[in-house]
T-cell receptor
Framework: DAGVIQSPRHEVTEMGQEVTLRCKPI?????LFWYRQTMMRGLELLIY????????DSGMPEDRFSAKMPNASFSTLKIQPSEPRDSAVYFC??????????????FGSGTRLTVV | AQSVTQLGSHVSVSEGALVLLRCNYS??????LFWYVQYPNQGLQLLLK??????LVKGINGFEAEFKKSETSFHLTKPSAHMSDAAEYFC?????????????FGKGTKLSVKP
């Protein structure tokens, strides 16, 4: 398996623009997580899905952020409009129930977002 | 609510010296505990985990950690540091009750290894 695949690896955008981050989880994993990493706040869970259904989105910072999982092999995190304070590394991770207990989560390589 | 505290945002050791990265957790139920490592410009990689059973767990790259319930600690150690160990290390706790819940991460400790 190629692991969790995120795209793009780097994104530079202007304030006010819409940004879409993409994630392909590991096949067979039924949980998908979106995390944000910043120097100030560390790793924060934004939202997670189980069987494509959002379970907990309490970490989504504002209405400008939205996430979807239209099928088991694809998820998006969208920021509209983007602001400089959204600059961070965004990670996607996936797992199965037993996998999580035995192996934790499998993380993608992240998308480094810079909003100027 | 569960939480994790990592003492020291930066730790510097000499090559060959002992590595000790501290992690304390707060949990109302027996926790599942994890250590992850993040190399520059990469995602997080699982180092080791504690679920049940033996309280001393061994992971990859010669690292180990000991679960101490009385101290609510899960410190990460390695007897002899190598230059390749320079990375950021995250301690995490998982709530396994009910729905899967999620991993709660500490703020991380950046390890530097001096030649």
């Amino acid at each position: 398996d190629a692991g969790v695949i995120q795209s793009p690896r780097h994104e530079v955008t202007e304030m006010g623009q819409e940004v879409t981050l993409r994630c392909k989880p590991i096949s067979g994993h039924d949980y998908l997580f979106w995390y944000r990493q910043t120097m100030m706040r560390g790793l924060e869970l934004l939202i997670y899905f189980n069987n494509n259904v959002p379970i907990d989105d309490s970490g989504m910072p504002e209405d400008r952020f939205s996430a979807k999982m239209p099928n088991a092999s694809f998820s998006t995190l969208k920021i509209q409009p983007s602001e400089p304070r959204d600059s961070a590394v965004y990670f996607c991770a996936s797992s199965s129930i037993q996998g999580a207990l035995n192996y934790g989560y499998t993380f993608g390589s992240g998308t480094r977002l810079t909003v100027v | 609510a569960q939480s994790v505290t990592q003492l020291g945002s930066h730790v510097s050791v000499s090559e060959g010296a002992l590595v000790l990265l501290r992690c304390n957790y707060s949990s109302s139920v027996p926790p599942y505990l994890f250590w992850y490592v993040q190399y520059p410009n990469q995602g997080l990689q699982l180092l080791l985990k504690y679920t049940t059973g033996a309280t001393l767990v061994k992971g990859i790259n010669g690292f180990e950690a000991e679960f101490k319930k009385s101290e609510t600690s899960f410190h990460l150690t390695k007897p002899s540091a190598h230059m390749s160990d320079a990375a950021e290390y995250f301690c995490a706790v998982m709530n396994y009750g009910g729905s899967q819940g999620n991993l709660i991460f500490g703020k991380g400790t950046k390890l530097s290894v001096k030649p």
